[in-house]
């Protein structure tokens, strides 16, 4: 993704308005979030001022920061969505801690304040919101976190060979429609298109299926990716 960015800031105007098109969800998403119901493309302004602070991460977004673009990207959209809440004096749809009548009594350095506790707070929400989210799709699978703790690899090379396969897993449609009817991972033919030994994948059923889950909605666990991103970096330059 961060690839793809830094391409689109370079001049790569299709890329940019493919990504703003792919990415409609997760502006949906983040914007409803912020104001609190959903919203619906057409009807409400939110979503262009979202669409537009999304455009405005991918100009701004520097990598070497540290981290990712979507997460970051959803902290731009939030902030230009609560600056136009306020001029639009719509305050009832967030949880600032402020009431309009008492704005006027705040300094600049205590709303930024404010608005950075409300991002914390919200980030907060969110992690734990992914964490639900994954719980439930992992419920079908009798895979509980206490499992994922207890069967995760504790060598790196165990990790990273089961992420490589996750990859493959994710991204092939076929396997991946396997996994979701038969609740099992279709070992023999991952094993054959990922290179990662049989025995490894069986023993790694609970951490694979959780982060081929992961992998498959990418959009959906931002935040979850983030704590793959080095595995995943890692792969990504021993292929190359």
Do not use: C
């Not at 001022?49 to 970051?72: M, S, V, Y």
């Amino acid at each position: 993704m961060e690839e793809l960015v830094l391409r689109a800031q370079q001049g790569d105007r299709q890329l940019r308005e493919q990504l703003l098109q792919e990415y409609q969800p997760f502006i949906v998403k983040i914007a409803s979030q912020t104001v609190g119901r959903f919203l619906n493309w057409g009807v409400d302004e939110e979503l262009n001022i979202a669409l537009t602070a999304f455009d405005e991460a991918i100009l701004r977004f520097q990598q070497k920061k540290g981290t990712p673009f979507l997460p970051f990207a959803a902290l731009v959209i939030r902030s230009r969505l609560l600056d136009w809440l306020r001029a639009e004096q719509r305050h009832q749809h967030l949880s600032l801690d402020i009431e309009n009548e008492q704005e006027e009594d705040f300094s600049p350095a205590e709303l930024q304040l404010s608005l950075a506790q409300y991002q914390a707070r919200s980030l907060a929400e969110e992690r734990g919101l992914e964490l639900a989210l994954l719980e439930e799709k992992l419920r079908p699978f009798a895979i509980s976190f206490n499992d994922l703790v207890d069967s995760a690899p504790r060598h790196r090379d165990t990790k990273q060979a089961l992420v490589k396969a996750a990859r493959y897993l994710a991204q092939n449609q076929s396997l991946f429609q396997q996994l979701l009817e038969k609740k099992t991972v279709p070992a023999k033919q991952l094993a054959e298109v990922s290179g990662v030994s049989l025995k490894t994948l069986e023993k790694g059923r609970k951490y694979l299926i959780a982060v081929a889950l992961i992998l498959h909605d990418a959009t959906e666990f931002v935040h979850l990716i983030y704590y793959l991103k080095p595995l995943l970096q890692l792969e990504e330059r021993e292929q190359e």
